[in-house]
């Protein structure tokens, strides 16, 4: 038996068809005009203990419904879902007890104590006996040297030490289950790299399943080994993350502007392109908003450098800017069938 | 001047959207005058006058109370502890404005916004369910000038505590003690004239029954001497200049904090 | 999962620190005390003033008021001390922070109001307390152990109604978008718990003891102790009304927090 069993697992939402103006909203109070919402529709997957799961998918896909669901806090309106043999709507403070829950944008510490304090509050919510409280705080502390911050109030934490702190807090009961929420949200890149490395090690020495939904693929690249996408409350795939890399991994967007951007500039950029690179193995060339141009890169066949170089030099760029595909453009591209 | 008008018609648009909350604060205040009425109907079991205040004078007078209380409830103190939370009064010390005047006219426009949404339906409320008779008399159209002269006085006492708020972050506790000290001492919860003489003596002395004492007096006793009336304007006027004048230099000296402390 | 003991020994170690923490703000805890205190006692100020025209209300001497108002006051702490994150609970469900509550193997209601403890309501009780020991001084109240017993019995069940009420009105906040004036209105009305109840007429009187029990806060249960004779059958349910009152008040919580499904997807 998996640790996590979901079979046609299915949520739908009534949703009240919010009438115009005063009059409609008096209407609405006596004769509700409800549409159904199927934020989750017939999901079937199996996660078993020390995984690390990315479970992604564009905003509204219902990431979030699926996770309520896991840790009890929705019921579910059709199918299966066990978690460690039990239904977890029906047992909220007992799965607790297997599970930890960590929020990038909110933390789950309390706010205005000391760091330590809070530990020791949640070693007594969740009968943390001493040994295994002393062991895991020496681990927190070879990990992310939780000490020196034992005395500061969470609240004057930077969001990086606050991030390792919620993260540590989470595993102290040793859980079965962390359930990760934009872990790495808003933070540079080494304190990306630190968090990716500690969530590793903490997965490793504990074996503990690792449920993670993120916009972040860098985080899905660092972490996971398997992927679930998720879009408009159906599973788009479901499985190794080497097939998905080809997908996003290499890609990268250059967004340049360029001064006394015309019509012809698009044309120019693009022919000067195909003539010096093999477009075939993708470079696409779109404008998107008012003065950007977006170069998408596979950098699998092409690297980065060599074309941010051959644009310079042949156009007056004045602003550079790299960032990674979107979520929504992997998505699109699983649909386009790129899965196959 | 201009901008400082399109403040006010600003706040009075938000209180329109607030209707929620004014719907409250109208039943609220109707329970006021409901449970005021038993209260004072008690009191006056068997006797006619009170200190020379028959029933429907006393009742006039607190139930009226209550309304102009809402009225002149201007948060400019909890505004400016929340401008400043946020970071926003240096913006204000900046730009060429009047802290002041600024203050003065956001609230004035909620002021207005109550002035019609409560005080007329109290009033309405006072004459055909309470059956309390009003005498038509010189109080009576100097009521709203009075009433203007009140708030002007109870905005000082507001933006008073708002400057108090540059050095401490309690505003909550300022704000209330504030509250209590204006409605104890002004007779806004019950007229003067309950209060024991040698009080009432101090109390008349003071400017925060200008805030309430006036107003609701003009009210509840219209057909006092118009001699009267003029004195108690001119004292209204006196303690708005005085607290004005006060207040514009607790600014001078408040400001100073906030430059020290970064805003 | 928690036993009361392991649940009342969290709730010492939380608020412990809670206090710890809160009182580096020394000059915010004098200041809202003080405020507070001038507070809680203004209604009483409105009384000694009317005393000082009449000799009775509606067949209550001042000292017979001092002894309810100081129910009152005590009556009304624990809301105020234990219960008072109610008043943040709108905010949280707004913004989508209330989902943190769910997530720890407690009692969401434990957990929610764990997260403050309003110091400055420790006046309002201290206040409460010196004013029923004052009256009962004066109007010669024989305090025997039975007495003190029925005394903290229905101090506790009259406490449970103004939590209760309370409560109610801020679990509006659960499907009500705008809910805070509901809450300020309910919050307005304990300042007429003092009040005599035969001051009002029918419809009031049945108002204010069958559909928003204030009168069970304080004058009913004081009855007890000042007109022990002449009291009717009603004031006998004094100490079950609180009890039923808060089983309902957690009963809709437990709707609201099972409605509850957050913001964002």
């Not at chain 2, 905005?155 to 972050?169: I, K, N, Q, V």
């Not at chain 3, 004098?30 to 009775?56: E, Q």
Request: proline residues 3%; contains cysteine; glycine residues 6%.
């Amino acid at each position: 038996m998996s640790l996590i069993h979901v079979e046609h697992l299915s949520k739908h939402f009534k949703v009240l068809n919010r009438r115009e103006g005063l009059s409609g909203a008096f209407r609405d109070l006596f004769s509700g005009n409800y549409r159904t919402v199927k934020a989750v529709e017939d999901i079937s997957f199996d996660i078993e203990a020390g995984e690390i799961v990315g479970y992604i998918g564009p905003n509204g896909a219902g990431k979030s419904t699926t996770i309520k669901m896991m840790t009890g806090i929705l019921k579910p309106t059709d199918g299966t879902l066990q978690v460690n043999g039990l239904v977890p709507y029906n047992n909220r403070i007992h799965q607790a007890q297997i599970m930890g829950v960590v929020f990038g944008q909110r933390s789950q510490l309390w706010w205005d104590l000391p760091v330590i304090e809070s530990f020791k509050i949640l070693k007594e919510i969740y009968k943390v006996d001493q040994a295994t409280f002393d062991k895991h705080m020496n681990l927190f502390n070879e990990l992310v040297g939780l000490k020196s911050l034992y005395s500061q109030q969470v609240r004057t934490l930077s969001l990086g030490q606050r991030m390792l702190c919620d993260i540590t807090a989470s595993f102290l009961h040793n859980p079965q289950i962390v359930f990760l929420d934009e872990p790495t949200i808003g933070l540079d890149i080494s304190i990306k790299a630190k968090i990716r490395s500690v969530i590793k090690e903490l997965n490793q020495i504990h074996n503990t399943t690792i449920i993670l939904t993120t916009h972040d693929l860098g985080d899905v690249e660092a972490l996971c080994r398997r992927i679930i996408i998720i879009d408009k409350g159906k599973i788009l795939y479901d499985g190794d993350i080497k097939k998905v890399n080809a997908l996003f991994g290499a890609y990268r967007t250059l967004k340049l502007q360029i001064d006394n951007f015309s019509e012809s500039t698009l044309t120019d950029l693009r022919t000067d392109l195909a003539k010096h690179f093999d477009v075939d193995h993708g470079i696409v060339v779109a404008q998107t908003e008012e003065f950007w141009t977006d170069v998408t890169i596979d950098q699998a066949h092409t690297p980065l450098s060599d074309v941010l170089n051959f644009v310079m030099s042949g156009f007056p760029v004045s602003d550079v800017r790299i960032v990674e595909i979107s979520m929504e453009n992997v998505v699109q591209r699983v649909y386009d069938g790129a899965l196959g | 001047m201009r901008s400082y008008f399109a403040l006010m018609r600003g706040s009075y648009m938000i209180g329109l959207v607030y209707r929620f909350g004014f719907l409250f604060s109208i039943a609220g205040n109707i329970i006021y005058m409901s449970v005021t009425y038993f209260l004072w109907h008690s009191i006056y079991q068997g006797k006619a006058t009170i200190h020379g205040l028959t029933f429907d004078q006393t009742y006039t007078y607190v139930a009226l109370g209550s309304a102009v209380f809402i009225l002149l409830k201007t948060y400019v103190d909890w505004q400016m502890s929340f401008d400043i939370r946020e970071g926003m009064i240096a913006a204000y010390l900046i730009k060429p404005i009047d802290l002041q005047l600024y203050e003065l006219f956001t609230s004035f426009g909620s002021f207005l916004m109550s002035l019609s949404a409560i005080t007329i339906p109290t009033v309405l409320l006072l004459i055909i369910v309470f059956r309390i008779q009003i005498p038509l008399g010189l109080g009576l159209i100097l009521f709203p000038f009075s009433l203007i002269l009140a708030y002007l006085l109870g905005f000082c006492f507001d933006y008073f505590t708002g400057l108090l708020g540059f050095y401490t972050e309690s505003i909550w506790g300022l704000s209330i003690t504030k509250d209590i000290i204006v409605m104890v001492l002004s007779g806004a919860l019950i007229p003067l004239q309950f209060f024991p003489t040698v009080i009432q003596k101090i109390l008349l002395w003071l400017p925060f029954q200008a805030i309430y004492y006036t107003p609701l007096t003009m009210a509840a006793q219209p057909m006092l001497s118009w001699e009267t009336f003029l004195s108690m304007l001119a004292v209204q006027i006196f303690w708005v200049i005085t607290l004005f004048t006060l207040t514009r230099l607790f600014y001078n000296q408040a400001v100073k904090v906030l430059r020290i402390s970064g805003g | 999962m928690h036993s009361l003991t392991d649940y009342l020994h969290l709730y010492f170690t939380i608020e412990k620190q809670y206090i710890k923490a809160r009182m580096q703000y020394r000059a915010d805890f004098i200041i809202s005390s003080i405020g507070m205190f001038f507070s809680s006692l203004a209604t009483l100020g409105i009384f000694w003033v009317i005393f000082n025209s009449i000799p009775d209300l509606a067949g209550w001497t001042f000292t017979q008021l001092i002894f309810i108002y100081g129910f009152y006051m005590i009556a009304i702490s624990p809301m105020q001390i234990l219960f008072d994150n109610i008043w943040q609970i709108r905010f949280h469900v707004q913004q989508g922070t209330f989902l943190k509550y769910y997530f720890r193997p407690l009692n969401m209601m434990f957990y929610y109001m764990s997260e403050t403890f309003d110091l400055k309501g420790l006046t309002q009780l201290a206040g409460g307390i010196v004013l029923l020991i004052y009256a009962s001084h004066q109007l010669n109240i024989v305090w025997s152990p039975l007495q003190i017993v029925l005394l903290l019995l229905t101090l506790f069940s009259a406490s449970l109604v103004q939590i209760s009420i309370t409560i109610l009105a801020g679990c509006a906040a659960f499907w009500v978008l705008d809910a805070y004036p509901i809450l300020g209105l309910a919050w307005k009305l304990r300042e007429y718990a003092p009040y005599p109840m035969n001051i009002f007429d029918g419809a009031f009187r049945f108002t204010f003891t069958y559909i928003i029990p204030l009168g069970f806060v304080a004058f009913y249960p004081s009855q007890l102790f000042l007109q022990p004779q002449t009291v009717s059958k009603l004031i006998y349910v004094s100490p079950i009304v609180g009890i039923g009152l808060f089983a309902l008040t957690y009963w809709v919580w437990t709707l609201g927090v099972n409605s509850y499904t957050g913001t964002g997807s």
